[in-house]
C-alpha cells in the first residue's frame, strides 16, 4: 500500500524560506515521477513543481527562482525549498506520487499526501 506523508509547513514572515518534506512508502518512490501542488482557499489546486525520477526538475512560473524541487532516493524523500516566501504563497501544500508526464507536464496520480499548510504573513 502506498503511502505519502508531508511535513514542515508552519507561518512564515514575507521573506521567510520554509522547506516541506515528502516522504512515499515503497518503490513507488523510487521509480517514479513526484510533484508538489498547492490549494489556496476558494482556488483550484495547482501544480507548483515536479521532478522526474531522473531528477528533471519544472516549476509554475510565479515560483521560478524562489522554490526548489529535489529528492533523495535512498530517504525515499521529496523536499520543497521555498525562499522569498510572499502571502500569496499561503496555501495547503499537497504531494503527489507516481503521476506520469506527458507533453502538458505533469499529471497527478491517485497518489496523494493529507497536505501541509504554509502560511505568510505580510
Known amino acids: 500500500q502506498v503511502q505519502v506523508v508531508e511535513s514542515g509547513g508552519g507561518l512564515v514572515q514575507a521573506g521567510g524560506s520554509l522547506r516541506l518534506s515528502c516522504t512515499a512508502s515503497g518503490s513507488i518512490f523510487r521509480l517514479n515521477n513526484m510533484a508538489w501542488y ?31 524541487i529535489s529528492r533523495d532516493n535512498a530517504k525515499k524523500t521529496v523536499y520543497l525549498q521555498m525562499n522569498s516566501l510572499k502571502p500569496e504563497d499561503t496555501a495547503v501544500y499537497y504531494c503527489n506520487a507516481g503521476g506520469p508526464y506527458y507533453s502538458s507536464g505533469y499529471q497527478p496520480s491517485r497518489f496523494w499526501g493529507q497536505g501541509t499548510q504554509v502560511t505568510v504573513s505580510s
Open 38 to 68: 498547492r490549494q489556496a482557499p476558494g482556488k483550484q489546486r495547482e501544480l507548483v513543481a515536479s521532478i522526474t525520477s531522473a531528477g528533471s526538475t519544472n516549476y509554475e512560473d510565479s515560483v521560478k527562482g524562489r522554490f526548489t
